[in-house]
Structure formats: structure tokens, C-alpha cells
């Protein structure tokens, strides 16, 4: 008897750099429901300008209770995805993200076709995807950078939206090196 479903599969052939990665927003305090809300808005004109490289962006929801929201974006090459992390408005975002978490944790986990994979998770309450099974260790130093963490290289010109040094540094360290010119 022939088999009543339609199977099918996608020829990926035309995307040897294809990147998927899965971000996700959990709230953790009622004033996250309004950093979550916030965002939304923000994500949706960012994905509207069609930034170079990104195919495909999907929103969905993990659950209602904790809110915890997520998106799949699906970009052409790894390049593409973090050059746009580092321009507007991704920038200011992530910079602003990672001095005040609105009463949020934030996640997210990389593919990469060519191989690589990794993950970073910030204010995160409970352990999400890879934290279930792989050691969790800070994100610093060779651990700081996404294109490191996916045993990638990142092309020479990209900085971070935000630099080490600058994220956890205090402000009278970051005065006097400027002050000093270092």
C-alpha cells in the first residue's frame, strides 16, 4: 500500500554558509513583560529594512507562563549576521541589553551548516538548550565573542557591539584610560 503523506525535503545546495540561529526572551519580573513588549515593535521594523543576508525571521511563543518569547532567523553566512549585530539598531540594543536585563533573561543558540555551534545566555533563571548538557562557563575572554565561541573566524573589521573591557569595566577605570589615552 503507497504511503498516504506527502514527504518532501529543500535542496540547500545554493546556501553552503546557511546560519540558523534561535533567540529567546524569558521574563522573570513583571517589568520584563514590558522590556518583552518594548521589543517587539523595535524587531519587527529591524526585520522590515531587510537587513543584507537575512532570509527568513519567525517569531514564536516557548510558553505563556513564565512568558518566555522566541524567533528563528535564517541568515545567508555567518559575515551577514554579524555585521548586522554590530550596526544599528542591533547595537545599541545588545549594548543597552547587557547593562540593565529589564527584568528578562536572554538567550541564543547558533547553527552553522558548515559546522560550529554556540550559545550564550544572559540572565537566563533555568538552564535553556545546550546548558543541559554542555558545561556552563563565563562568557569571557576567548568565550566573549560569538564567531570564537563557534570555532569561527570574524572578519577582521568587526568590532563587538560592546567590547569586554567595556562591559565590565567600571566607569572611573573606563575615565581614567581616556584620560591617560590608553
Same mark, same amino acid.
Not at 551548516?113 to 533555568?126: A, F, L, N
Not at 562568557?139 to 573591557?165: C, N, T, V, Y
Given at each position: ?6 514527504? !518532501? ?63 528563528? !532567523? ?36 547558533? %547553527? ?8 550564550? %545566555? ?31 573566524? !570574524? ?16 566607569? $572611573?577605570?573606563?575615565?581614567?584610560? $581616556?584620560?591617560?589615552? !590608553?
Amino acid at each position: 500500500m503507497p504511503a498516504k503523506v506527502n514527504r !518532501q525535503t529543500v535542496d540547500l545546495s545554493a546556501y553552503p554558509d546557511l546560519v540558523v540561529i534561535y533567540l529567546g526572551m524569558r521574563v522573570k519580573r513583571l517589568t520584563g513583560l514590558k522590556t518583552l513588549i518594548g521589543q517587539g515593535p523595535e524587531i519587527a521594523k529591524s526585520v522590515e529594512a531587510r537587513p543584507d543576508g537575512l532570509l527568513l525571521h519567525e517569531n514564536f511563543l516557548f510558553s505563556l507562563f513564565p512568558t518566555h518569547a522566541g524567533m528563528r !532567523q535564517y541568515w545567508r553566512d555567518l559575515d551577514s549576521l554579524l555585521r548586522w549585530t554590530r550596526s544599528e539598531p542591533h547595537r545599541i540594543w545588545w549594548t543597552n541589553f547587557l547593562k540593565d536585563s529589564g527584568g528578562t533573561g536572554f538567550w541564543h543558540e547558533t %547553527y552553522l551548516r558548515k559546522g560550529g555551534m554556540e550559545g550564550v %545566555y544572559v540572565d537566563v533563571p533555568v538552564k535553556i538548550g545546550f546548558m543541559h548538557f554542555a558545561p556552563i562557563v563565563p562568557a569571557r575572554g576567548p568565550m566573549f565573542s560569538a564567531a570564537h565561541r563557534a570555532s569561527q573566524s !570574524q572578519p577582521g573589521d568587526l568590532k563587538p557591539a560592546i567590547s569586554e573591557e567595556e562591559l565590565y569595566s567600571t566607569e $572611573s577605570e573606563r575615565s581614567s584610560r $581616556s584620560v591617560s589615552g !590608553q
